[in-house]
């Protein structure tokens, strides 16, 4: 599913379009309400596409506009404004934005300007897994099919999913048995003798003198 980032100043729009890209079956990772929230969400979101006002406060949209294409050049960018006007266009295309819609046309034109800057970009090479990011190869083979890891007797050994070929040539570890000395225990109903304590050998007596 494609990930757009919304970035508009005014709350009742970024509504509207969040509520209309969802309908649309597209996923809305950030919504920012100035520019240069715009350019921070941008780099640490990596949108597959992002939708800019022209109007906003910090930074405009096509300053905007200008620091994320710096950033990552393959993104594609749409300027949503009422402000649509010939120079507009130009100062856009000057920056790196070729989709340029007026928001008295509806997101009607919305959609298409999206979804024709999406077919000319590539799907974004990273998949999010909670807060890790892991690049996705769609060239590597699976590490085991279905099928691989039903094993019959005599067959690899498993472990968990995966399939690991058992090496009969492989003698099992010797280990030497190792003898637990424990103490014996006294019978439960034996009965206890009280301890009497060590005493010190006496000291020897010398044999007497002989006269």
């Given amino acids: 599913m494609r990930k757009i980032l919304i970035a508009d100043d005014s709350d009742n729009t970024r509504i509207y379009i969040r509520n209309a890209l969802l309908s649309h079956g597209w996923a ?7 520019g240069l929230q715009a350019v921070q969400m941008a ?4 949108p597959d596409l992002v939708v800019l006002d022209l109007s906003m406060p910090v930074l405009t949209g096509l300053e905007a506009a200008k620091e994320i294409l710096q950033a990552s050049p393959e993104v594609p960018i749409v300027l949503f404004t009422l402000h649509e006007a010939p120079q507009v266009r130009e100062a856009a295309a000057r920056v790196g934005v070729l989709k340029v819609v007026s928001k008295e046309d509806g997101v009607v034109s919305l959609f298409a300007a999206i979804e024709d800057s999406l077919r000319r970009a590539p799907a974004s090479a990273i998949d999010p897994v909670g807060p890790l990011a892991i690049p996705i190869d769609q060239n590597a083979d699976p ?3 279905s ?3 039903v094993v019959p007797a005599g067959g690899p050994e498993t472990i968990g999913p995966l399939a690991v070929p058992a090496d009969q040539s492989l003698s099992p570890l010797a280990i030497p048995p190792v003898e637990a000395t424990a ?18 050998p006496s000291a020897a007596v010398p044999p007497e003198h002989q006269s």
């Avoid at 780099?43 to 990596?46: E, T």
């Avoid at 019978?187 to 304590?197: H, N, R, V």
Wanted: net charge negative.
């Fill in 43 to 46: 780099s640490q979101l990596k």
């Fill in 143 to 145: 590490l085991a099919t």
């Fill in 183 to 200: 103490p014996a225990l006294a019978p439960a109903d034996a009965p206890t003798s009280p301890t009497t304590p060590e005493t010190p």
């Fill in 147 to 149: 099928a691989e890891t």
């Fill in 28 to 34: 809305v990772c950030g919504e920012a309400t100035d």
